[in-house]
Structure formats: C-alpha cells, structure tokens
C-alpha cells in the first residue's frame, strides 16, 4: 500500500508540474499578453515602462526559469492583475470553492446516490420519473442551469442571487456571518449539485441494478435476507467501485473551480479567478491557477483510488498480489 | 437644604416612571406615523440641496478588481473610482457641464504671457488623518509624478511638448505653476493632477518605492483620503466599502457638509448579466457603466412597476470605429495596394453603410449616426459641417468602378484588372456585443457591393497585439476619449503618437493630409483663443471625414439604470457617469 500511495503521489507531482508548466508556457506564447492589453490607453513610454517593471521584456527561458526556482520556494510570483502574491490569492480563493465545492459534493451525493438506489431497484412509474429528471439534469449546461437559478432567486426574492456573503458582512458576529453564508450557498451549491447528482444517479442506478443480479445477492435472499436489507449490505457496497471512481474526478473538477457558475453567481472563487486571470493573460496567476486545479485534480483521484481501495475487498486483494 | 420626606419620596419616582411612560407611547406613537404615512415625494427624485437626504449606503457595483489604489502608477476602472472617491482636485473640469470649477484650489491667477499660473489654496483643508494639506503636497505629488521610477501614468498628461510644468511652493497656501510654452486648454491641464499626501509617502518616493505604495494589500487605516469617503473595508473577489470622510473640506449651498451618504458599498460582480440581475433584484442601487442595449428592454417593465429610473446621458462620445491599416509597408508585396488604402475605397464603403439600419441593428434603435470622431455627445467640439457620405449603394458601386473594381468572373466579387478579388479581413473585439453585431452588419453591407469581408473575432489583447505591430489589414473596435478636449489626446490626432491607429508612431507625417492635421493641432493645443482652437478642430474634422481614416457609423445614446431610492444625479457621458459625483449623491433610507 505504502508503494501504491508513493507511486500515486509521484503522479500527482508529475500532472501539477507538467500542467502548470503548459499554462505558464502558452500563456506567454499566446498573442497579446497583459501588458499589450494595457499599453492601449498608455503613452509609448508609459508602456515601454510598465513592461520593465512587469519583467515582460525577459525572454520565455528567463522568465520560466525565474518562476520555477520561486515555486521551489513556494512563491508564485505577483500577480499582474491584482497586485498581490499569487500563493496568498489562490489560499483565499481556494478556500471559498472548497466550501461551496463541499456543498454542492454532499447536496450531490444525498440527491443523487440515494435516488440511483430506487430507480436502479425499482419499477415502475417512480423509475422512470427519477430517469427523466436525470436526463434533464444532465442535459442542461451548468450555465443554463446558474442562470435559471439566479432567474428565480430574482424573482422570488428566497435567495440572495450572488455574492457570498452580503455587504452587511463585516459588522456580523460569527454566527450571523455563518446564517448569511448559509443563505448565500444553495444558489451555487444546487447549480453545481444538479447536474453532477444526475450522473450519479444514472451511475448508482446501473451499478445497482448490475450488482442486484449477482449471485451472493441471490445467496443473501435465499438465506431470508429481506429485499432491502440485501440490496443495501451486498448489492450497495459492490455497485459503488464505478461510483467512487467517478468521485475522484468530480473532486478535482470542483475544487479547481467552475468558473460558469462562480461567474455567474458572484462566487469568489479559484474558478472566477483563473477565468479573470485568462482575460487578462496574467502570467504567473494563470500558471499558479492551473497548479492548483492539477493539485485537486490528482488529490481527487487519489482519494478515490484509495475509498475504492476500502469498499471493494478485490481491488485490496488485487493490490497485494 | 430640606429633604424630602415621607410621601414626597415615593411620589418622585412614580412622577418620573409617568413621565417616561408618556414620553415612550408619544415616542413610539411618533414612529409609527412617520412610518406609515404616505411619502409626498414616492418615486421621485430627491433634491440635495435637502438637509433630509443626509445619510444611507449606496451600493452600486465594478466589474473589475482594484489592482493598486495608486492613480499615479494604475490607470483602471477601479483605481479611477477609488481616486474620485478618496481624492480631490486642484481645479476639476465638471463632467457633465464641462465647466471649469475651483476645488482645492480656491482661485488662481494667470501671468500676461499665459505661461504662469498662480494658485492660492483653500484654508483649514486637513486630509482624513488630520493632517493640514498645504502647498507641499502639490510640489510632492508633481516630483511623484514627474519622477522616472515612479513611472507615473499621470505624467504625459501633464507634460507639455514632452516638457514637465514647473511647480514651486512660495507659502503654504501658494502654487505657481509655470508652463514651458502655452497651452490652449489652460488650467484644464490641473484636472490631470491627482494629489498624495506628503507625510505619508515622502519616505517611500526617496526610497524609490512610490510606486509600490498603496498597493491593494495595504491595511484601510493606513491609506489617507483627502476625498468625500474613505476606504474602510476591500474583501478580495467581494467587495469595497467606503465611508464618510468626515473631515471633507467641501460643503453644499446651505452649509451642509459633503458628502450625503454615510456609505458606498462597491460589489464586485464581474459578469455583466449577473450584475443585472441583481439591480434587477434590488441587491444594486446602480450599474458601474451605462446599460447596454439589448438590457434597456428588460428594465422597462421595473422601470413602470416604479423600482427603477432609466436616464438617458445623451449620446456618446466614444463611437465604435473602423479602420484600414494605412502603413504602406504593410501592403507593400499585396496586390491589393492600389486600392485598398486609397480614400476613394474608404469613401465608397462610408456610402455602403446604411447608417439608419446600423443603428437598428446594432444598437437596437439606441444609436445616432455620426460621421467622425467628434460626436453631438462633445457638443463643445463637434463640428456637423463635414464632408458627409449618404447611404448609397449606387454611389459606392461608381466610386468603385472608378477603381478598376468590376465584377469580371461568375462569382459574385469584385475584382481589379489584376484579377485580384475586393477581399479584406476584418478583426474585431470579441466579447463587445456592438462590435461584434457591428462587424457582422459591415460584413453583410459591403456584400452586394461586391466586397467580400471575412470577419475574425480576437479577444481584446490579441487584437490589440496586432494593432500595435501593425499587423493587420482592417479592425473595428472602441474610441475611448478619455478627455473630451482635442488637445489633451494628441497621441490620437498627431502623426508621431502611439493612438494614431491607422498609422502609428510615424518618425514624419506620411502624407501631406496628416501633416496640416499635424500643423492643425499645433494650433489646438498652444493657442489660448479658444475661438481660433475650435477653427483650428473644425478644420481638422474636415480633412479627416474627406480622408476617412477611421470611419465611424453609429455613436450609441447612453441609458443609466438606476433605483429609484438615489437622488442627487448628475449625469455625465463620461465614465463613471454617476459616480464622478457621488459626494452629492442621496438615498432614501428605509426602503
């Protein structure tokens, strides 16, 4: 186990540094850089200036090196479009996705697996109407789906419809702060949840179905185990190695952000932040944005290797010979 | 002394308790009436001049986050909206009257040969630290501005023929400014100056490091304001709260202190539609920019329900433009060179151009033709007698016969005797919905004059990359005045600037044209006859729109959404065209 987890870890260090150093490299390849975008309202000595103090006139090999011996040090760079350290940036940012990253993984999960269990055991009217709401689910583009959300958080007033926290913030106690938090997380939880708790609910409900066939489940009801209880202690456990692969890729994808929803919702996270960070073509902010997403990313995969590892005792048994 | 005794002592308190229970019903009674009644004035605008207006939080919103809040080395949206709300003027030139008006500067004196300026100081101004402002700050912040490690982007502004003014401080309360030769906008020049205090960053200038101050990590209660608010919260990716700067040196009519409101809330909302909807939900008081067209149809039914005003500014002064790249060079191995930068080609796509359509079109009937770079929208400048070209196909197609560009082939495209097809590439600024919508309908215009236009779509600093090494053929994009007076963008008008777009940093005027534009502007910038400046322009703008060198169709009209809870507006086609006067703004409270 020891060597799987050192292996997985060289990995995960292998995808952050390659990543990274592709969105460092292209960012500063890519036509109009940062300070092409500002030298539009700039004097020719004016611009000829801000590309000095930025360090943007240093060839690509000096700027990667420079910025590879800083990240050896765990210093990001500056960024360009905020003036600030990128690792002090990415820190707040990632913590704000990690919450609502939180949120929308267990809205997600409490919609989606437990509804894949009914429609994957079930007949009837019930299963198709899960099936149908699943279809939908997964076939609305999480922008359409932000969009409808913040429609009716408008219109009805129920929920704030962006932001995460509101301007009265600052003078909250804690637990006022954590009430207006909470106010403020379902719009953005729920747009993200949707769609990901239809695809689990499409993969639960096939696993479990596959799983309910097998033998040691028709074992455990021969023996006078009751339908539900079989399904849920033999039938469940088995039909999740699909599932928690899934997991690990959700993981990363959320903890490095959606920036269509953080957009659209106001949500100050690291998605919103690479996506100003593109516009802008800041640099070191683009680079450090990408090693984050690749560190999630890995972390996630990690993770569900490693649940997968507990629940399924063939994987285990797989991992020792 | 007697003291009371017996029943008189426990009838005091009981007097007293009655005294208080009385005075609480009326109390209360008070405030349910005031609470209840109708307001007289529902849905209407306040008047400043109201001392009840005192008070409340506005919240309006940017798209974009601070990078510094220092204006001398970050010229931005948010700086810029920083630097108004925390910092004053010497003399202001008003946005919306384009009038000149005393600020810090209580009056001023200009010596016969209009070459020195003499500017006496308002008394007992103190920045928000308590500090006194005095003549020390102006000469602190000139050598802040002129100073080369600062790299200030304050300072071509305030340069003249690429010389710095000169400034000295005889007393506290004195500034003489001398200019290096004269300048026709005069003292308009002061309104380029933004100020910092000298007993904070005087250690910070001399140490090479000015420009590194007021970077947007540095703590609120560090940074000074001599302005109508003070920054007291910034939370990353959230928000920016200002409040009253209660040592504000500026009073209204009656006597009152500036500003009204006690609070701006600035919310940081990248996305345009989410900012939207939430002026629409009631979470903004106002937009940071204009609305957009397509948006003006959504906020009518607020509009009628009464939640929302939509003021028009008037038409704007920054009209989308499209131009040829008109370095020679540039075409020199093309076999399009005989005709693809001569005024006649441009003068027969300005024909080509259904103006009334663009207008429909792009900017949903919000739009106002135009014919060159000055719009309506800068009335002061705008001259209307200019070569004009009407909408005519027929023309077009004559101007093109006159040529050589035939239709010689099957195909529906003209071609020169060469044979070499009327083709050109058009870029255009991705992500602008005028521009784009705008590309499209040149594109669709110029199709049954046979020009065939292929439109590419580049986001903003690849376009701008292309324009700066003169690597395209034609770009429609954005006029962005940031000064409504000629002579304060010259790098626009003169042949050697760097806005020169379709020909830029020429060493010697390329043609004869830009030259006299050149000689021209001479003119507007050093004359202090205004009459003979506004000659001098209006000629500019005819041999311009006889040249075309940047030809403009459609300027749009200007809408603000606002909630009907602010007051205290004035209305400015330059941005922020609200907030550049937030000191006088108003709210209801209450609602």
């Known amino acids: 186990m020891g060597r799987y987890l050192l292996t997985r870890l060289a990995f995960a260090l292998l995808l952050v540094y390659v990543v990274s150093s592709a969105a460092f490299i292209l960012t500063r390849i890519a036509p109009g850089g940062y300070v092409d975008q500002q030298c539009v309202t700039l004097t020719a000595d004016e611009c000829k200036a801000l590309r000095l103090r930025l360090g943007a006139d240093r060839p690509l090999a000096e700027q990667y090196l420079s910025w590879m011996s800083g990240i050896i040090r765990l210093d990001f760079g500056q960024s360009f479009l905020y003036g600030r350290p990128v690792g002090a940036l990415l820190r707040d940012r990632a913590i704000n996705t990690a919450m609502l990253a939180t949120i929308a993984l267990l809205f997600a999960t409490a919609i989606g697996i437990p509804l894949g269990i009914y429609s994957g055991t079930n007949h009837g009217i019930g299963r198709a109407t899960v099936r149908v709401l699943s279809v939908i689910g997964l076939s609305v583009p999480p922008l359409i789906g932000s969009l409808a959300l913040v429609f009716l958080a408008a219109r009805t007033g129920w929920l704030p419809v962006g932001g995460m926290t509101s301007s009265a913030g600052v003078e909250m106690t804690w637990a006022q702060w954590l009430a207006d938090l909470a106010r403020h997380l379902p719009l953005p939880a729920l747009a993200l949840a949707i769609p990901m708790a239809a695809t689990l609910e499409r993969l639960q409900s096939e696993a479990i179905e596959s799983a309910s066939h097998e033998s040691f489940v028709a074992a455990s009801r021969a023996r006078g185990v009751d339908r539900m209880r079989s399904i849920l202690r033999h039938a469940w456990p088995v039909s999740l190695r699909p599932v928690l692969g899934l997991y690990g890729v959700m993981i990363g994808t959320l903890f490095s952000g959606s920036f269509v929803v953080e957009v659209v919702t106001s949500w100050p996270g690291l998605g919103q932040l690479m996506f100003a960070a593109l516009r802008a073509r800041d640099l070191f902010l683009v680079a450090g944005c990408a090693a984050t997403g690749a560190f999630f990313l890995a972390a996630g995969t990690l993770i569900s290797d490693l649940l997968l590892a507990y629940t399924d005792p063939r994987v285990r048994s797989g991992e020792r010979a | ?591």
């Not at chain 2, 930068?341 to 796509?349: G, L, M, S, V, Y």
């Not at chain 2, 083709?423 to 784009?436: D, K, M, P, Q």
């Not at chain 2, 292929?454 to 954005?478: C, H, K, P, S, Y």
């Not at chain 2, 000659?535 to 200007?558: G, M, S, W």
Request: aromatic content about 10%.
């Open chain 2, 1 to 591: 002394m007697d003291w009371p005794t017996g029943q008189d002592v426990n009838r005091q308190p009981r007097a007293l308790l009655s005294v208080l229970l009385i005075g609480a019903i009326a109390f209360v009674g008070w405030r349910y009436w005031t609470s209840t009644r109708p307001d007289p004035e529902e849905g209407t605008e306040i008047r400043v001049s109201e001392s009840s207006t005192r008070g409340g939080t506005l919240r309006s919103s940017l798209r974009s986050e601070p990078k510094s809040f220092n204006r001398f080395v970050e010229r931005s949206v948010p700086t810029d909206i920083y630097s108004l709300f925390t910092g004053s003027k010497l003399i202001r030139v008003n946005r919306a009257t384009q009038e000149i008006e005393a600020e810090l500067a209580e009056r001023w004196t200009t010596s016969p040969d209009n070459l020195t300026y003499t500017l006496t100081l308002r008394d007992g101004v103190t920045w928000s630290d308590g500090t006194p402002f005095t003549s020390a700050d102006v000469v602190f912040s000139f050598q802040a501005i002129y100073d080369p490690k600062v790299g200030s982007q304050l300072a071509s502004s305030l340069m003249i023929d690429g010389k710095p003014l000169v400034v000295t401080a005889p007393d506290p309360k004195t500034v003489v400014i001398k200019l290096p030769q004269t300048f026709g906008p005069g003292v308009a020049i002061f309104d380029n100056v933004h100020l910092a205090a000298k007993h904070k960053y005087e250690a910070a200038l001399k140490a090479g490091k000015f420009g590194e101050a007021l970077g947007v990590q540095t703590p609120p209660a560090d940074l000074v304001s001599i302005g109508p608010f003070k920054l007291t919260t910034y939370t990353p990716g959230q928000r920016l709260i200002f409040d009253r700067n209660p040592r504000y040196w500026k009073k209204d009519a009656t006597g009152i202190q500036l500003p009204y409101l006690d609070q701006v809330i600035l919310e940081i909302v990248p996305d345009q539609n989410a900012e939207l909807v939430r002026l629409q939900a009631g979470q903004l008081d106002m937009l940071q920019q204009q609305v957009r067209s397509e948006d003006i149809a959504t906020l009518r039914p607020l509009e009628q329900q009464g939640k929302l005003k939509l003021i028009e500014l008037g038409v704007s002064a920054d009209p989308d433009l499209f131009f040829f790249n008109l370095r020679s060079p540039y075409w020199a191995k093309d076999p399009r060179r005989d005709w693809i930068t001569r005024k006649e080609f441009r003068q027969a796509i300005s024909h080509a151009i259904d103006r009334e359509a663009f207008a429909n079109t792009v900017f949903l009937g919000a739009g106002v033709p135009v014919w060159g770079p000055m719009t309506p929208g800068n009335p002061k400048w705008f001259s209307p007698n200019v070569p004009r070209y009407g909408y005519s196909v027929e023309r077009a197609k004559e101007i093109l016969a006159g040529l050589g560009l035939r239709n010689r082939d099957a195909d529906p495209w003209l071609e020169d005797p060469k044979g070499t097809e009327a083709r050109f590439t058009l870029i255009a600024y991705r992500g602008n919905s005028s521009v784009e919508r705008g590309s499209a309908i040149i594109r669709d215009e110029l199709k049954p004059l046979g020009i065939a236009v292929d439109v590419v779509l580049l986001e903003q600093g690849a376009l701008i990359e292309r324009l700066q090494t003169g690597d395209f053929e034609a770009i429609n994009f954005i006029q962005n005045w940031t000064n409504l007076d000629p002579a304060m963008s010259p790098d626009f008008w003169l042949s050697s600037g760097s806005a020169h777009i379709w020909n830029i940093g020429q060493s010697k005027p390329a043609t004869d044209w830009e030259k006299e534009i050149d000689d021209l502007m001479g003119i507007v910038m050093r004359s202090v006859d205004q009459a003979e400046r506004k000659k001098a322009f209006d000629d500019i703008q005819k041999i311009f729109a006889e040249h075309l060198p940047v030809l403009y169709f459609v300027t749009p009209r200007l809408y603000m959404g606002v909630s009907t809870r602010v007051g205290g507006l004035t209305p400015s086609i330059l941005r922020p065209q609200l907030l550049w006067n937030v000191e006088r703004m108003t709210v209801k409270q209450g609602q």
